[in-house]
């Protein structure tokens, strides 16, 4: 019989292997590969990605809240860039046929 998950029992399975490597001396986060493919299916599921996951088991802390911003800005700039390129390009088929 499969075990059932939510969203308590995928934050208790993270928070249980985190307390697990720490008591072998390990200090890292939890991986995917510590865990059954059920378990990933079942962390994954309630809590999102893994590192969203990891910061909602209150393992790891958040991501910074202007890095969404950050990374916005980010490609906003590399398309006006992009955007500026083919345009300059245009330009230039245009003035060599002239």
């Known amino acids: 019989m499969k075990k059932q998950y939510d969203r308590e029992s995928a934050v208790r399975l993270l928070v249980n292997m985190r307390a697990a490597l ?3 001396g390990e200090n890292r986060y939890p991986q995917r590969d ?3 493919p059920e378990q ?3 962390i994954k599921a309630f809590l999102g990605p893994w590192p969203r996951a ?3 088991a ?13 990374q916005l800005q980010k490609r906003i700039a ?3 860039r992009a955007t500026q390129c083919k345009i ?9 046929r002239a």
């Open 78 to 80: 590399q398309r006006r």
């Open 40 to 42: 990933v299916v079942a």
């Open 88 to 96: 300059e390009k245009q330009r230039q088929i245009r003035d060599s």
């Open 54 to 56: 990891l910061e909602a």
């Open 34 to 36: 510590d865990f059954s």
């Open 22 to 24: 720490l008591a072998r």
């Open 58 to 70: 209150g393992i790891k802390p958040p991501r910074d809240p202007a890095f969404r911003e950050k």
